[in-house]
């Protein structure tokens, strides 16, 4: 009688021959193979008592408490789209709001003579419309900070993973043009000059491999203090928070 | 599913961060004993459990309600793990366990037949962890997947990139391998005990 090898018995006990009934026939016939089969069979019992390490009762707390911030900045990623995507259609409302009261002025001298001072439907609209930027440009600016710091924070000597951060620096590159243009437009020079400060190192996050060797990160890490960059965020950022208050405060940063 | 799984996943996909709180508070432990098993690290068990339910998150919007969300997070975490091995380069070799060690702690166990049973129980415990470290990543894995998540050996061959006998074979290597090393111990416990 020919006996199973040792392959087909393993296969025999996790069901994964090709005829069972064959094997199953043989062992019970053949006091070798089950003596075998046996000795297999209770290896594997063995490896079963393999320790799993405890975990503490509260671990599924202790897990959500590390994952939080970084579930924050997926977060933020996703709804950062949406924002993004407002952000360019109040860009868009601002500019054409701007645009259609300037050609009225210009074709309709006695509208900007009875506009002037302006009047009160005009400036209630015209706060809620800076009030609604500056909402978005904190929020930018926050999201901002938040990634300086990761970079600032971290320790350079073993290089610095940027494989998370890619996607939203990109988005935020994407909205930090929008907003540079706007305040430049609108002759806002601080906000302006932050934001150019800012772009390319939103641009070198989202352009990096995902993983920086300490050289790269010790350099991004010295831009960032050389211009002093962080400062700067945190001030316009407080500035402009300062205006999402009702009444715009002449004298701040506007856009 | 559990029922309460159902909701709990719908309310996390429509953006409810304390859904998906929960969600974690009742995975984490079965999301860790799959890393470890997996990756035989304390620590590294801990990186993958955090791993999974990040690209968990990500991958929300993917998950078919009719799905069952553990498994699907069983599946996560078998790729993180495996992604993490790889990162490791751990797949293609031997797991680092200390062969004098391992050799010292077989000599000990069969010198002392009084000895208490639970000290031979912890004993033999630490055997297995010593017998596993010897496998090599891809062989761990494999058995990982088979004996003790009971997947397929199809899906075990997609999971490691191999053609499904390949993911036999390196499960009977990984059966044989242990056998090598457990087999005098399994004769000498049930003397023993």
Partial sequence: ?255 | MQTTDVATVSRARAGDSDAFRLLVEQHSRLVFRVAYRMTGNEHDADDVVQETFLRAFKQLGRFEERANFGTWLHRIAVNCALDLLRSRGRLDRHYGGDPEEAEMMGAISSSDPQQDRLLLSAELRSHVTAAMEKLSGNERTAFVLRHFEGMPVEEIGKTLGIQVNAAKHTIFRAVRKLRESLEPFVRSSTCNI
């Fill in chain 1, 1 to 255: 009688m020919q006996h199973l090898t040792e392959q087909e018995l393993v296969l025999h006990h996790y069901h994964d021959e090709d005829s069972p009934a064959a094997v199953a026939q043989h062992l019970a016939a053949c006091d070798v193979c089950r003596a075998e089969y046996n000795s297999i069979q209770r290896v594997l019992a063995l490896v079963d008592e393999i320790p799993i390490p405890q975990r503490a009762d509260n671990y599924g707390d202790q897990v959500w408490t590390r994952l939080r911030w970084r579930l924050g900045s997926a977060g933020r990623r996703r709804n950062w789209r949406t924002t993004l995507a407002a952000a360019a259609v109040l860009a868009v409302a601002f500019f054409a709001g701007e645009w259609w009261h300037a050609h009225n002025v210009a074709t309709h001298p006695s509208v900007m003579a009875s506009a002037s001072p302006a009047g009160p439907a005009e400036a209630t609209q015209a706060a809620a419309q800076n009030r609604i930027l500056f909402v978005v440009v904190t929020d930018h600016l926050d999201s901002s900070e938040r990634m300086l710091l990761q970079v600032v924070n971290s320790d350079s000597k073993g290089g610095l993973d940027l494989t998370s951060e890619r996607g939203r620096a990109e988005e935020l590159v994407a909205s930090n043009r929008i907003y540079r243009q706007t305040a430049e437009q609108h002759g806002d020079d601080r906000l302006a000059s932050v934001l150019s400060d800012l772009e390319p190192v939103l641009l070198e996050i989202a352009h990096s491999e995902g993983r920086l060797s300490p050289d790269e990160a010790a350099a991004l890490q010295k831009r960032i203090d050389a211009k002093g960059l962080l400062f700067k965020v945190r001030v316009v950022s407080a500035q402009t928070s300062g205006h999402e208050a009702p009444a715009a405060r002449k004298g701040m940063t506007s856009l």
